[in-house]
C-alpha cells in the first residue's frame, strides 16, 4: 500500500452497536488524527496521537475511543454507536505534528 | 472561543482569477493552512503560511497577515478541474488545526 488507507470505506450500523473503523499509513508519520466531517461544518478533530504509545482529545471526543498501540495503525471505536454519529470519518497523518496532513479516503458511517 | 469565517460559495469563470478569504481567531497561533476538497474525495494539501506575506505556487498563492488575523487563497488562470471546496485551517497553541466549513467554489465555462 502507499500512502494512508481506511476500512471499511461505508458501512450502516444499528444504533447500540459497537464499531471499529480502522486506519493504516505506510508513511512512517509519527503524528495520526480521526476527523468527522459533517455538512456544513469544518472538519472536526476527534482524537490524534502524536506518535506511537500516546493518544489525546480532540474537540469531539465522546462516544469515541482510540489506541496506537504502533506507528502505522490507528483504530477509532465507537462503544455504543448512536444516530449522531452519522457522519464522513477521514483518518489522517503527519510526519510530525503541525506538518502537512494526508488524509485517508474517508468512511461514511450511518448510524441508524 | 476558536473560530474560522470563510465564505460559503464562490462562483468564478474558466481563466479567471479568483481570492478565497478566510478569517480566523484561536487560542495562539501556529500556521494557517489551505487543503483542497473535491465532491466525495478527501482533503489534500495546497499550501501553508506561518510568516506574513504571499507564498506563491503554480498557479496557486496563499497570503497571511498574522496582525489581521487574515488569509486568502488565490487562485490564478482558473479550469473547470479547480471547481471543488477550499478548506482554511488554523494551527492553534497545542498545533491541532481548527477547520472553516469550507467554500464550494463553481467554475463556469
Known amino acids: 500500500i502507499a500512502g494512508i488507507t481506511q476500512a471499511p470505506t461505508s458501512q450502516i450500523l444499528a444504533a447500540g452497536r459497537r464499531m471499529t473503523l480502522r486506519c493504516t499509513q505506510d508513511?512512517?508519520?509519527?503524528?495520526m488524527y480521526w476527523y468527522r466531517q459533517d455538512l456544513g461544518l469544518g472538519l472536526r478533530l476527534i482524537h490524534y496521537?502524536?506518535?506511537?504509545?500516546?493518544?489525546g482529545k480532540g474537540e469531539v471526543p465522546d462516544g469515541y475511543s482510540v489506541s496506537r498501540a504502533n506507528t502505522d495503525d490507528f483504530p477509532l471505536t465507537l462503544a455504543s454507536a448512536v444516530p449522531s454519529q452519522t457522519s464522513v470519518y477521514f483518518c489522517?497523518?503527519?510526519?510530525?505534528?503541525?506538518?502537512?496532513?494526508?488524509f485517508g479516503p474517508g468512511t461514511r458511517l450511518t448510524v441508524l | 472561543g476558536q473560530n474560522i469565517d470563510q465564505p460559503t460559495e464562490m462562483t468564478a469563470t474558466e481563466g479567471a482569477i479568483v481570492q478565497i478569504n478566510c478569517t480566523y481567531q484561536?487560542?495562539?497561533?501556529?500556521?494557517l493552512f489551505w487543503y483542497q476538497q473535491h465532491a466525495g474525495e478527501a482533503p489534500t494539501f495546497l499550501s501553508y503560511?506561518?510568516l506574513d506575506g504571499l507564498e506563491e505556487k503554480g498557479r496557486f498563492s496563499s497570503f497571511l497577515s498574522r496582525s489581521k488575523g487574515y488569509s486568502y487563497l488565490l487562485l490564478k488562470e482558473l479550469q473547470m478541474k479547480d471547481s471543488a471546496s477550499y478548506l482554511c485551517?488554523?494551527?492553534?497553541?497545542?498545533?491541532?488545526?481548527?477547520w472553516g466549513a469550507g467554500t464550494k467554489l463553481i467554475i463556469k465555462p
Open positions: 489522517a497523518s503527519s510526519r510530525e505534528e503541525n506538518n502537512e496532513q494526508f
Open positions: 508513511m512512517r508519520h509519527n503524528a
Open positions: 496521537s502524536n506518535t506511537a504509545g500516546t493518544t
Open positions: 484561536t487560542s495562539g497561533f501556529n500556521g
Open positions: 503560511n506561518v
Open positions: 485551517a488554523a494551527s492553534d497553541s497545542n498545533y491541532q488545526l481548527i
